[in-house]
């Protein structure tokens, strides 16, 4: 009884790093959502436009899909580094039972997931970055009237 509690300590760590990640996962989905609702709107006027509207339109659509993109990658890291924990946390239940020596395939997994989790935190913010530098208020809407 004690080995197993002490094994539920040690799973902690990483379920709370799973937490984080269900945290991050909820962001980011909530920012694809906005993504996807805008190219909508924009996909439903895009054959009422023309001229420099039309040319305006499909720029902001291109930009919206790689966002798509990008948001994507970062979501299936989030959850590519999930599982990897989801992993861990199984070999770290099976090595306390005593059946194997697993702190390389641990450590091995800890790393990865941490490595994917970078992955992921290092998409969301070029997607911030990219949804920043694509809606910048036009100057003359700034200037004195």
């Known amino acids: 009884m004690e080995a197993l509690a002490q094994t539920i300590q040690i799973a902690l760590a ?5 937490v984080a ?25 895009h054959a009422e436009t023309s001229g420099d509207e039309h040319t305006r339109l499909v720029a902001e659509l291109r930009m919206l ?3 798509m993109d990008i948001i994507n990658w970062s979501i299936a890291l989030c959850v590519a580094c ?3 924990v989801c992993l861990m946390v199984s070999m770290l239940f099976l090595m306390g039972s005593g059946r194997e020596a697993l702190e390389t395939p641990i ?10 989790l970078l992955a992921a935190l290092i998409m969301f913010l070029a ?17 004195k009237g």
């Open 14 to 18: 990483p379920v709370f790093l799973l």
């Open 82 to 84: 999930g599982i990897v």
């Open 21 to 45: 990640m269900g945290s991050l996962l909820n962001v980011v989905t909530g920012r694809l959502a906005r993504v996807v609702d805008r190219s909508r709107e924009l996909m439903a006027r």
């Open 127 to 143: 997607e911030v970055r990219l949804a920043i530098r694509t809606i910048h208020v036009p100057m003359e809407l700034l200037e």
């Open 65 to 67: 899909d790689r966002r």
């Open 107 to 116: 450590a091995a997994s800890f790393i990865f997931a941490m490595l994917l």
